[in-house]
């Protein structure tokens, strides 16, 4: 199973996701987190960045995940491939290739999580903390979720304390295994 945790910067996918990790943990989950790969791009990013930086951060992310997804049951991403491509479409616009590519990439999610905005971005050393430019990302992928037809999670935004129940709570019917209440030979 692949949870994609999605929504603009700066807006607690990174802190949830360690929560949800530590919170199936407690349940003896085998997982990986695939943490967000634009922290470790040698190309600019955030306001500044490319299409040769966003397209790193795209191929790295999907990498990661594969890699994950071959030695865990569960994988908890830090961003999906949609709203990595948001940070592309805001800098050069869409790109045919990718949008083909996403098309195909984006059914190996089994959840989508989107995390709204609920504050301002603060600064953490790497991501902007223009309110605008978050806003900016939430559209486009806000656009992208409807044009194709995602159903995502939706956490609501005046309830942080909660979502990583919320989360917890959408999953587990999906991971654990549901018990006969009787066995069906009447014999046992």
């Not at 945790?5 to 990790?21: D, N, P």
């Not at 600019?44 to 040769?52: D, F, K, L, R």
């Not at 800098?91 to 301002?120: C, K, N, Q």
Request: proline share 6%; net charge negative; glycine share 4%.
């Amino acid at each position: 199973m692949k949870i994609g945790m999605v929504g603009s910067h700066g807006v607690g996918k990174t802190t949830l996701c360690f929560e949800v990790a530590a919170a199936l943990k407690r349940r003896n989950a085998d997982l990986e987190m695939v943490r967000e790969v634009a922290r470790r791009c040698p190309l600019p990013i955030n306001q500044e960045t490319t299409v040769a930086a966003q397209e790193w951060i795209l191929h790295t992310q999907i990498a990661s995940e594969i890699e994950a997804e071959a030695g865990h049951e569960i994988v908890i991403c830090d961003r999906s491939v949609l709203d990595n491509y948001c940070y592309l479409v805001y800098s050069a616009g869409s790109l045919r290739a990718w949008e083909h590519f996403l098309d195909h990439w984006m059914p190996t999610y089994d959840l989508l999580v989107h995390v709204p905005i609920s504050e301002r971005p603060s600064y953490d050393g790497v991501r902007a903390v223009d309110p605008a430019f978050q806003k900016q990302i939430e559209l486009l992928l806000e656009g992208m979720i409807a044009a194709r037809s995602l159903s995502p999670l939706r956490l609501n935004p005046n309830s942080r304390v909660n979502w990583c129940r919320t989360i917890v709570d959408a999953l587990l019917p999906r991971l654990e295994p549901t018990l006969p209440l009787f066995s069906e030979d009447p014999e046992r």
